[in-house]
Every structure is written in structure tokens, then in C-alpha cells.
């Protein structure tokens, strides 16, 4: 396989694993309760709140350790805030749009959230597949597509909380298959804009890790866990416990899949 192909198949596949995760809507034949949204909810929590820390905030700093030393961590707080007060923000501009429909309020702000977590993992992506071309070597292009074989797995579950969560809101399969799916197109076309960039745009990853990660804890505190908590449940703790196995999932996946 040809070093074009190679990439070529690194970036596509980030994003059908993520149409992938959200094609799982389609194994539910009939509408869900309470109780299985409850799960659903509390799963997509545990998933987000996990990939914000190990996917986006750890990496942020990390990295912003070695651009601004000393300053790294402040430059991270702010970015986290402030990805939380963005999404504060996208909530009060657009509250006439949906104040006559709570379905739609839900979904756009966690297709809006997990689309931004898609953006700093996309251009992860072309960063390592423009490094490798600058290289020339085989061991950099196996080691992008590690990366991207890496991030494209952590999709999958991805997708799942995005598309079973928004099922329960809006109650057809289509629609939540194609916000989960969607939600992966970030990754597609930012993972083509940081293999062209590569060499401009590195000082940016943990910006954006740290802004895409406060937007994720902040949906899932205001919408998810809420959520989770539904009245009419047989089992009051069923929200809590999809919590638990989400964050589990994600965090086990996020650290063998490094």
C-alpha cells in the first residue's frame, strides 16, 4: 500500500468508526424506556467525561507543557472554561430557536460537544500523516496510522453515545444515526486540514483539547446527567451505573490504546 493510501485509509477510518458506533441505534426494533434511557444517558456521560480527560485534558497539558512551560497550566484552565462558557453562550443565542422544543435544545448542544471533541483528535490525526510524509520513513507512517487505528477504535463507542441518547430524544433512528455519524465528519475534514498544516498549526492542539473538553463536561452536567436521573425508573441507580461502566470503557480503552 502506497504512503497516499496509507493516510488516505488513516483519516477515512477515524471517522467509519464513528458512523460505525452510531449505526448501533438501528439493533433497537422498538422505542426506549425510561430505564434503558437512563443507561444510554448515563453511558454517553461516563464515555464523555472519560475521553475529556484522558482524549483531550492530559494530552492538553502535556503538550502545552512543552509550548508555554510554567504557563501551561493556565493557558489549559482558560481553555477549559472557556469551552464551557462557549457552549453557555450557543445555549442563550439559540434559546428562542428551541424554547417550544426540549428535543431539539438536547440535541444540538451534544452533536455540537462531541463534534468539537472530534476536532483536536482530527487534526491529531493529519499532524501525524503530515509529519510522516515529511519524514519519509516507514516507521512514521506505521506510527500515524497506529494513532489513527488507535482513536478510530475510541470512536466507536463515540458514536453509540451520541446516536442512542438522541433516539430517546427524538424517537427515529435515521436522524440519530446521522447527528452520531455526522459528529464524525470533523475528524474527516480537520484530519485532511492537519496533514496540510501540520508544520502551522501544532502551537493550537492543546488550545483545542482543553476548549473541546470544558464543552464536554459542560453538556454532560447540564443535559446527560440530568437525564440519567429520569423519574418512573425500576431501578434508581441504573443512571449512575452507566456512568460508571461509560467512564470504564473509555478510560480502559483511552490508556491500552495510549
Known amino acids: 500500500m502506497s504512503q497516499i493510501w496509507i493516510t488516505v485509509f488513516g483519516i477515512g477510518f477515524i471517522f467509519v468508526m464513528t458512523a460505525l458506533g452510531a449505526g448501533l441505534v438501528y439493533f433497537f426494533k422498538k422505542g426506549i424506556s425510561a430505564t434503558v434511557n437512563a443507561a444510554f444517558s448515563g453511558f454517553a456521560s461516563g464515555i464523555m467525561l472519560a475521553a475529556s480527560v484522558w482524549s483531550l485534558l492530559l494530552p492538553a497539558i502535556e ?44 440535541s444540538a448542544k451534544l452533536f455540537f460537544a462531541v463534534t468539537l471533541h472530534n476536532v483536536p483528535e482530527g487534526l491529531a490525526v493529519g499532524f501525524a500523516f503530515g509529519a510522516a510524509y515529511a519524514a519519509g520513513t516507514t516507521a512514521a507512517y506505521l506510527a500515524a496510522l497506529g494513532l489513527a487505528i488507535g482513536i478510530g477504535i475510541q470512536n466507536f463507542p463515540e458514536g453509540a453515545a451520541v446516536s442512542l441518547p438522541l433516539y430517546s430524544a427524538l424517537g427515529n433512528k435515521n436522524k440519530a444515526f446521522l447527528y452520531g455519524a455526522a ?76
Open 63 to 106: 503538550q502545552a507543557e512543552e509550548s508555554w512551560g510554567n504557563f501551561a497550566l493556565i493557558h489549559v484552565l482558560a481553555s477549559f472554561l472557556f469551552g464551557g462558557v462557549f457552549l453557555l453562550i450557543f445555549d442563550k443565542l439559540t434559546r428562542s430557536a428551541y424554547q417550544t422544543s426540549a428535543e431539539l435544545k438536547r
Open 183 to 258: 459528529s464524525g465528519l470533523a475528524e474527516l475534514i480537520f484530519g485532511t486540514v492537519g496533514y496540510y498544516l501540520a508544520a502551522y498549526l501544532q502551537w493550537l492542539q492543546p488550545v483545542l483539547l482543553a476548549f473541546s473538553a470544558g464543552a464536554m463536561v459542560f453538556v454532560v452536567a447540564e443535559e446527560l446527567i440530568p437525564d440519567s436521573k429520569s423519574e418512573g425508573l425500576k431501578i434508581s441507580s441504573v443512571g449512575a451505573w452507566g456512568v460508571m461502566i461509560g467512564f470504564a470503557v473509555m478510560m480502559a480503552l483511552d490508556v491500552a490504546l495510549g
